[in-house]
């Protein structure tokens, strides 16, 4: 009895059992490519690159991810993934907001864990447009729009860009730049400026 044909793969489709482990797949490209964006920065890193670190085919990469981009986008959200509580931080009693969001915030750079990827995000969104882009759509829609409904104030939306902006700006001073007195500086000395910042912003009409 002949054996019915196999069905041919178009281009980029994954095998029936890469298909099948979709999930663990996906999630092993994405981590490769959160190491790769980290460790060469947006330039220097290649679809084929993250391919390899994942041990997957390029085409396999490209059938999850689309292009470089998207892919520079999984690894970005990858990176955010702490940063995606802040919401529920906010959504607590509005007293001590700006404390709590300040003291996360530097939490969450202060753990070399989390730091490394999120200094490779905003390095490469300092010097390349399309990561720029990226990071700009992602923060948006995943975190200050999440952020926004949450408060009670006029103008919610233009009030959490100004409360990510300054965050943004003490990591990039602390942790890029590292401008001294404030690289070098306690945390807690940091918090206990900031957060009476972030609770004006957040909290007072």
């Known amino acids: 009895m002949t054996e019915p044909a196999k069905r041919r793969r178009g281009p980029g489709r994954p095998r029936q059992d890469e298909a099948e482990a979709g999930p663990g797949t996906q999630e092993l490209i994405r981590l490769a490519a959160r190491s790769e964006f980290a460790a060469r920065g947006y330039d220097k890193t290649s679809v084929r690159g993250v391919a390899k670190t994942a041990g997957v085919d390029p085409a396999l990469v490209h059938h999850y991810f689309g292009s470089k981009d998207d892919l520079f986008a999984a690894a970005v959200e990858a990176s955010l993934e702490p940063a995606l509580v802040i919401p529920d931080l906010l959504g607590a009693d509005p007293d001590g907001i700006g404390e709590r969001l300040a003291r996360y915030f530097l939490g969450v750079w202060e753990d070399?864990?989390?730091?490394?990827?999120?200094?490779?995000?905003?390095?490469?969104?300092?010097?390349?447009?399309?990561?720029?882009?990226?990071?700009?759509?992602?923060?948006?829609?995943?975190?200050?729009?999440?952020?926004a409904a949450d408060l009670d104030v006029p103008d919610p939306t233009f009030r959490a860009e100004l409360?990510?902006?300054?965050?943004?700006?003490?990591?990039?001073?602390?942790?890029?730049?590292?401008?001294?007195?404030?690289?070098?500086?306690?945390?807690?000395?940091?918090?206990?400026?900031?957060?009476?910042?972030?609770?004006?912003?957040?909290?007072?009409?």
């Open 163 to 205: 409360a990510a902006s300054h965050m943004v700006g003490i990591a990039v001073l602390r942790y890029v730049v590292q401008v001294e007195p404030l690289a070098s500086a306690d945390p807690e000395a940091i918090i206990g400026l900031v957060a009476p910042t972030l609770q004006r912003y957040l909290t007072e009409e």
């Open 112 to 147: 070399p864990l989390t730091r490394t990827p999120l200094l490779a995000v905003l390095r490469s969104a300092l010097t390349h447009e399309a990561a720029a882009a990226v990071l700009r759509r992602l923060v948006l829609r995943r975190l200050l729009e999440r952020v």
